[in-house]
């Protein structure tokens, strides 16, 4: 029925792309991302000079630096989506399964929990506990399982809703049994399409935190500390700021193609929106 | 709904203090402290400057005495800012974020609102397609990127425009945060609009009001506007809470003066009282907000407010 | 056809179709039929038959996809290619519509007394008060109970059963000449069904507007229509007196059908006989006559489409077979 969409295929290669690009480029190029070289600071984008997308304002590569960059935006995004999809799939699975009293409280929970104002909460975290990385992972994670846990919950009423399960409930299989048997196969499509679109969302999260000055420690980089880095020479080195930007930009658009495209072919509930 | 009303502020107030519990103990958990600095201050002044700002008592006294004055709407002096206080330091800024907030929020409006009622006109035309391509690239550049380029592009190399600082009642010095803030919700709520008014201008009740023989105009104003405007409405709600952390942003790229930065600053610095007071005070907007998107629903449908 | 000197509807070698070349879908295919004044004529055909656009076709409402060729006269009007003034001056004033889902037929914003009066205003320039007045009215000739109450209400308020008697009111508030209604029982209960079968028949005893019917059940049309055209393949298969076509079908598809429907007289079978096989894909109809695939009659002719042949008695039938209504019946069993 629906559209395939070229736009997820390209979205795909492209992603793969830059993720091959990411592991390969440190690995084989002669630059380390970290140590300063004061005899190239400011060499601008150039084939024959030997740095592709140029030097910083310590002479390092940006080529090795955007790349290192994408490592680290990819890892978290996929690390605390992982954690956000963990505690998101058990609290709705859980509350759907349930029902009654205990649906009322972990929803109610979430409903609260919807009213934190989060990136300043993170804020206080970092702050709080030091820029440790882990830390980064913990804490985004930690506060982006509202939306999968909602999505879950009534995915699994439906489930619940399905005659099998009423069966198997008669029968007396007991209740986690049921929930990893019956109910959780039965979500991992939509969880799988809710995941890709929750991993831009905390890719971006990181990138801010960085950004902030709050997020990975240098000389280590991720893309939003080098969006911030290049903010501050945009005036007389406009590429150090457009270069890892692009890339930025680049990597949600294709997670959020990627997603959309995946919501829209495993769930059934959700209509068509924006352009399609 | 006064029912409705009084039920939705009541159950705020727990909300409120989970926030609040949890800013006040996740902040005094940290280990260090507001007035722990490199040079090592006589163990008397420490003392006396600890016991002005109640530090010395113990963590429960602190907590109860903190929510007293926060039931008071009182967030406290400055650890920082010696003899302000935190409500004061909001006073100060508040305006700027309400001016770019809102600013940001009417732009996307107008914006986003008339993209996406053209585009809806006529789906899979140019007019659709190019500004829904656009929007998704909107989607996917957060604002410190855009910020940045904005200040690049129109106050660095055009000069049309400054790249920062901010004098209250400038529409110059408003323009480019608050279109920077704008950006990507200019791109949601294209999209919203266009999806809604694709959807409602297809409901089989439009197909009765165009069987009546009503000239169109009728019947978009008043068959197909209202159910185009819910999706919208229940955006508002994370579009407003969104506006308030990339304002954040914002006051950072352009150096305003706003709660925003005084939040980051007050978090770098341990200043307790600044960060638990902007927390609670984002907190107390956002339900606030939501309040607000609950009531515009329950007035644009009914079988909304039959149910509160 | 001569069943009145000036049909209040004259359809002619109407089409409606989407697409071009190749992919060119024809939704009705030159139709032909007329619609006397104060008549009830039926169609009657699966899903995919085209008896929905045949319907939308009337008021020009088939979408800015559609194309109409082919002529619709009102009282010698045209009204294929009429103007957009034009066809709303017509549109709920001469030609009313009842929509199939009474759930989705009225704006759930809105209250019962604007959708009611709205077109009453515009085509009467009825005033408030008087627009209220005749809703009313209306609604209590619907039979329904404290209209000036219900005006008040939202549709959700109401029954399933009551939101279609209020659609049903909602058309004939201009006093229209012309009542189309698709398929107005399908989304109700059985129960309800018969109530609103009745009621019809009551408004159309009072008012005598000319109805014509669409519905894919041939039970629901019996005690309401004078004439029923069948409907396959977005083409006129048969058009006979209700009589006749209840009685003596000659195209096997609506023998088929008849045979499908439960009847009272005679003892139910342990299984209700189905017609077997898919209806049409109008995107993807068989060559020469759309039925063939499915007919127990299926002959070589059968791969050109049969034209449209007059019987003495008026029956019009499109079908290669000579034989007689019985023998087409007994082709099923």
Same mark, same amino acid.
């Given at each position: 029925?629906?559209?395939?969409?070229?736009?997820?295929?390209?979205?795909?290669?492209?992603?793969?792309?830059?993720?091959?690009?990411?592991?390969?480029?440190?690995?084989?190029?002669?630059?380390?991302?970290?140590?300063?070289?004061?005899?190239?600071?400011?060499?601008?984008?150039?084939?024959?000079?030997?740095?592709?997308?140029?030097?910083?304002?310590?002479?390092?590569?940006?080529?090795?630096?955007?790349?290192?960059?994408?490592?680290?935006?990819?890892?978290?995004?996929?690390?605390?989506?992982?954690?956000?999809?963990?505690?998101?799939?058990?609290?709705?699975?859980?509350?759907?399964?349930?029902?009654?009293?205990?649906?009322?409280?972990?929803?109610?929970?979430?409903?609260?929990?919807?009213?934190?104002?989060?990136?300043?909460?993170?804020?206080?975290?970092?702050?709080?506990?030091?820029?440790?990385?882990?830390?980064?992972?913990?804490?985004?994670?930690?506060?982006?399982?509202?939306?999968?846990?909602?999505?879950?919950?009534?995915?699994?009423?439906?489930?619940?809703?399905?005659?099998?399960?009423?069966?198997?409930?008669?029968?007396?299989?007991?209740?986690?049994?049921?929930?990893?048997?019956?109910?959780?196969?039965?979500?991992?499509?939509?969880?799988?399409?809710?995941?890709?679109?929750?991993?831009?969302?905390?890719?971006?999260?990181?990138?801010?935190?960085?950004?902030?000055?709050?997020?990975?420690?240098?000389?280590?980089?991720?893309?939003?500390?080098?969006?911030?880095?290049?903010?501050?020479?945009?005036?007389?080195?406009?590429?150090?700021?457009?270069?890892?930007?692009?890339?930025?930009?680049?990597?949600?658009?294709?997670?959020?193609?990627?997603?959309?495209?995946?919501?829209?072919?495993?769930?059934?509930?959700?209509?068509?929106?924006?352009?399609? | 709904?006064?029912?409705?009303?009084?039920?939705?502020?009541?159950?705020?107030?727990?909300?409120?203090?989970?926030?609040?519990?949890?800013?006040?103990?996740?902040?005094?958990?940290?280990?260090?402290?507001?007035?722990?600095?490199?040079?090592?201050?006589?163990?008397?002044?420490?003392?006396?400057?600890?016991?002005?700002?109640?530090?010395?008592?113990?963590?429960?006294?602190?907590?109860?005495?903190?929510?007293?004055?926060?039931?008071?709407?009182?967030?406290?002096?400055?650890?920082?800012?010696?003899?302000?206080?935190?409500?004061?330091?909001?006073?100060?800024?508040?305006?700027?974020?309400?001016?770019?907030?809102?600013?940001?929020?009417?732009?996307?409006?107008?914006?986003?609102?008339?993209?996406?009622?053209?585009?809806?006109?006529?789906?899979?035309?140019?007019?659709?397609?190019?500004?829904?391509?656009?929007?998704?690239?909107?989607?996917?550049?957060?604002?410190?990127?855009?910020?940045?380029?904005?200040?690049?592009?129109?106050?660095?190399?055009?000069?049309?425009?400054?790249?920062?600082?901010?004098?209250?009642?400038?529409?110059?010095?408003?323009?480019?945060?608050?279109?920077?803030?704008?950006?990507?919700?200019?791109?949601?709520?294209?999209?919203?609009?266009?999806?809604?008014?694709?959807?409602?201008?297809?409901?089989?009740?439009?197909?009765?009001?165009?069987a009546?023989g009503?000239?169109?105009?009728?019947?978009?104003?008043?068959?197909?506007?209202?159910?185009?405007?819910?999706?919208?409405?229940?955006?508002?709600?994370?579009?407003?809470?969104?506006?308030?952390?990339?304002?954040?942003?914002?006051?950072?790229?352009?150096?305003?003066?706003?709660?925003?930065?005084?939040?980051?600053?007050?978090?770098?610095?341990?200043?307790?009282?600044?960060?638990?007071?902007?927390?609670?005070?984002?907190?107390?907007?956002?339900?606030?907000?939501?309040?607000?998107?609950?009531?515009?629903?329950?007035?644009?449908?009914?079988?909304?407010?039959?149910?509160? | 056809?001569?069943?009145?000197?000036?049909p209040l509807l004259q359809l002619r070698?109407l089409?409606v179709?989407?697409?071009?070349?190749?992919?060119?879908? @024809?939704?009705?295919?030159?139709?032909?039929l007329?619609l006397?004044?104060?008549?009830?004529?039926?169609?009657?055909?699966?899903?995919?038959?085209?008896?929905?656009?045949l319907l939308l076709a009337l008021l020009g409402l088939n979408?800015?996809?559609a194309?109409l060729s082919g002529s619709i006269r009102y009282r010698g009007m045209e009204l294929v290619g009429a103007s957009s003034a034009q066809l709303a001056s017509i549109r709920?004033r001469r030609i009313?519509?009842?929509?199939?889902?009474?759930?989705?037929?009225?704006?759930?914003?809105?209250?019962?007394?604007?959708?009611?009066?709205?077109?009453? @205003?515009? /085509?009467?320039?009825?005033?408030?008060?008087?627009?209220?007045?005749?809703?009313?009215?209306?609604?209590?000739?619907?039979?329904?109970?404290?209209?000036?109450?219900?005006?008040?209400?939202?549709?959700?308020?109401?029954?399933?059963?009551?939101?279609?008697?209020?659609?049903?009111?909602?058309?004939?508030?201009?006093?229209?000449e012309i009542?189309l209604?698709?398929?107005?029982?399908?989304?109700?209960?059985?129960?309800?069904?018969?109530?609103?079968?009745?009621?019809?028949?009551?408004?159309?005893?009072?008012?005598?507007?000319?109805?014509l019917?669409?519905?894919?059940?041939?039970?629901?049309?019996?005690?309401?229509?004078? @004439?029923?055209?069948?409907?396959?393949?977005?083409?006129?298969?048969?058009?006979?007196?209700?009589?006749?076509?209840?009685?003596?079908?000659?195209?096997?598809?609506?023998?088929?059908?008849?045979?499908?429907?439960?009847?009272?007289?005679?003892?139910?079978?342990?299984?209700?006989?189905?017609?077997?096989?898919?209806?049409?894909?109008?995107?993807?109809?068989?060559?020469?006559?759309?039925?063939?695939?499915?007919?127990?009659?299926? /002959?070589?002719?059968?791969?050109?489409?049969?034209?449209? @042949?007059?019987?003495?008695?008026? /029956?019009?039938?499109?079908?290669?077979?000579?034989?007689?209504?019985?023998?087409?019946?007994?082709?099923?069993?």
């Amino acid at each position: 029925m629906r559209r395939t969409r070229p736009g997820a295929l390209v979205a795909a290669a492209l992603l793969a792309l830059i993720v091959a690009a990411a592991l390969l480029v440190p690995a084989l190029s002669p630059y380390d991302y970290a140590t300063p070289v004061w005899t190239k600071i400011f060499s601008g984008p150039s084939v024959s000079g030997g740095h592709l997308f140029g030097t910083d304002s310590l002479g390092r590569d940006l080529l090795v630096r955007v790349m290192w960059g994408c490592r680290i935006s990819l890892l978290v995004g996929i690390a605390a989506s992982l954690i956000s999809v963990v505690i998101g799939v058990c609290w709705g699975a859980l509350a759907g399964y349930a029902g009654g009293r205990l649906d009322g409280v972990l929803m109610r929970t979430v409903d609260v929990l919807y009213a934190v104002p989060f990136i300043p909460f993170v804020i206080v975290l970092e702050v709080a506990f030091g820029r440790n990385f882990l830390m980064v992972f913990i804490a985004i994670g930690a506060v982006s399982w509202l939306d999968i846990a909602r999505i879950v919950r009534g995915q699994t009423l439906a489930i619940c809703e399905q005659e099998y399960i009423e069966a198997a409930r008669a029968l007396g299989v007991r209740t986690t049994t049921m929930i990893r048997r019956h109910v959780l196969p039965n979500l991992i499509g939509l969880v799988a399409a809710y995941a890709t679109l929750a991993i831009p969302g905390v890719i971006l999260f990181e990138a801010l935190l960085s950004f902030l000055g709050l997020g990975v420690h240098p000389p280590l980089a991720s893309l939003g500390s080098l969006v911030a880095e290049g903010a501050n020479e945009m005036q007389a080195n406009p590429y150090l700021l457009i270069i890892p930007a692009a890339f930025l930009a680049t990597i949600i658009l294709c997670l959020n193609r990627l997603g959309d495209a995946l919501r829209d072919a495993l769930d059934p509930r959700h209509e068509e929106d924006g352009h399609g | 709904m006064l029912r409705f009303l009084l039920q939705r502020l009541l159950t705020a107030i727990p909300t409120l203090l989970v926030i609040a519990t949890l800013a006040f103990v996740l902040l005094h958990l940290a280990p260090g402290g507001p007035f722990d600095s490199d040079k090592v201050l006589v163990p008397q002044i420490q003392h006396a400057i600890e016991s002005r700002y109640h530090l010395d008592e113990p963590l429960w006294r602190q907590y109860l005495r903190y929510l007293g004055e926060l039931a008071r709407g009182d967030f406290g002096p400055s650890f920082q800012y010696r003899n302000t206080s935190v409500n004061e330091l909001i006073a100060q800024g508040l305006p700027v974020d309400a001016a770019i907030g809102s600013a940001a929020l009417l732009l996307a409006l107008l914006l986003g609102g008339a993209t996406g009622l053209v585009a809806a006109t006529r789906p899979g035309s140019w007019r659709d397609q190019l500004p829904m391509g656009l929007a998704v690239l909107g989607i996917s550049i957060p604002v410190f990127v855009t910020a940045p380029l904005l200040i690049l592009v129109f106050a660095m190399r055009l000069h049309w425009l400054p790249s920062g600082d901010w004098v209250a009642g400038s529409w110059r010095h408003l323009l480019l945060p608050a279109l920077a803030l704008a950006l990507p919700y200019t791109a949601y709520i294209a999209r919203i609009v266009r999806a809604a008014a694709i959807e409602a201008l297809g409901q089989p009740y439009i197909r009765t009001a165009r069987a009546k023989g009503l000239p169109t105009h009728v019947i978009v104003l008043r068959h197909a506007l209202r159910p185009t405007l819910m999706p919208l409405v229940s955006f508002l709600g994370p579009a407003l809470a969104g506006v308030l952390t990339g304002s954040i942003v914002v006051e950072q790229v352009f150096g305003l003066p706003g709660i925003g930065r005084l939040f980051v600053t007050g978090a770098l610095n341990r200043d307790y009282t600044v960060v638990t007071g902007v927390t609670v005070l984002y907190g107390a907007l956002i339900i606030g907000f939501n309040l607000l998107v609950d009531l515009c629903y329950a007035w644009l449908d009914p079988r909304v407010r039959a149910r509160t | 056809m001569a069943d009145s000197p000036a049909p209040l509807l004259q359809l002619r070698s109407l089409g409606v179709s989407y697409g071009r070349g190749i992919e060119e879908l @024809r939704a009705v295919d030159t139709l032909d039929l007329d619609l006397a004044g104060r008549e009830c004529l039926g169609v009657v055909g699966e899903s995919g038959s085209g008896k929905t656009q045949l319907l939308l076709a009337l008021l020009g409402l088939n979408g800015p996809a559609a194309r109409l060729s082919g002529s619709i006269r009102y009282r010698g009007m045209e009204l294929v290619g009429a103007s957009s003034a034009q066809l709303a001056s017509i549109r709920g004033r001469r030609i009313a519509l009842v929509s199939q889902d009474p759930m989705s037929a009225l704006n759930p914003y809105l209250r019962i007394a604007t959708q009611l009066t709205e077109g009453a @205003r515009r /085509h009467l320039q009825l005033g408030r008060r008087a627009a209220l007045a005749r809703a009313a009215e209306l609604l209590a000739l619907v039979q329904i109970d404290a209209p000036s109450e219900r005006l008040r209400c939202y549709p959700h308020e109401l029954s399933g059963g009551m939101r279609q008697r209020v659609t049903i009111a909602m058309a004939l508030m201009c006093d229209p000449e012309i009542l189309l209604l698709d398929e107005p029982t399908t989304a109700l209960d059985v129960t309800v069904q018969a109530h609103v079968l009745e009621l019809l028949r009551a408004v159309r005893a009072r008012t005598g507007v000319a109805t014509l019917m669409v519905t894919h059940d041939l039970g629901a049309l019996a005690s309401m229509a004078n @004439r029923v055209a069948v409907m396959y393949g977005g083409r006129l298969v048969e058009l006979a007196s209700a009589q006749q076509l209840y009685t003596a079908p000659r195209h096997p598809y609506t023998a088929g059908l008849l045979r499908s429907l439960p009847r009272l007289d005679q003892p139910l079978p342990a299984r209700l006989p189905v017609i077997g096989g898919q209806p049409p894909d109008l995107a993807d109809l068989p060559k020469g006559c759309a039925f063939s695939p499915r007919c127990p009659l299926v /002959h070589a002719r059968c791969a050109s489409s049969p034209q449209l @042949r007059a019987f003495p008695d008026g /029956h019009l039938l499109a079908c290669h077979y000579e034989g007689t209504p019985s023998q087409v019946a007994g082709a099923w069993t």
